[in-house]
């Protein structure tokens, strides 16, 4: 059973930094793709950050708005996926999500809170 358990979320001001994680069960984290989404207030599910490992080979995506502040990674050895998140400016604040299999994106975690102040 794929369970995703996401964590590391909290308040911060602009400028800050957090770290957030994605702890993954239940399935080989060999080949594997791992989406970071987030929701702002009112606001619908936005994609952030994407990593993907096949045949060893590692891809990763961002938003533009998350270009060179937010960076993706991943430890196999811990089945863990993390977001590293710097800069960090008001307007990122929601809700983010970890989820698995795309591109239906089947699995998600339970959601961890940033919250930025000004």
């Known amino acids: 059973d794929v369970q995703l358990q996401a964590s590391g979320g909290g308040l911060v001001q602009a400028g800050g930094s957090l770290r957030l994680s994605c702890a993954a069960s239940?399935?080989?984290?060999?080949?594997?793709?791992i989406g970071w989404f987030r929701q702002a207030p009112g606001k619908g599910r936005e994609g952030v950050s994407y990593?993907?490992?096949?045949?060893?080979?590692?891809?990763?995506l961002y938003v533009d708005s998350v270009k060179g502040r937010f960076t993706i990674s991943s430890d196999n050895a811990k089945n863990t996926v993390y977001l590293q998140m710097n800069s960090l400016k008001p307007e990122d604040t929601a809700v983010y999500y970890c989820?698995?299999?795309?591109?239906?994106?089947?699995?998600w975690g339970q959601g961890t809170l940033v919250t930025v102040s000004s």
């Open positions: 989820a698995a299999d795309p591109p239906t994106w089947g699995y």
């Open positions: 239940g399935f080989t984290f060999g080949d594997y793709a």
């Open positions: 990593i993907s490992s096949s045949y060893g080979k590692i891809s990763t």
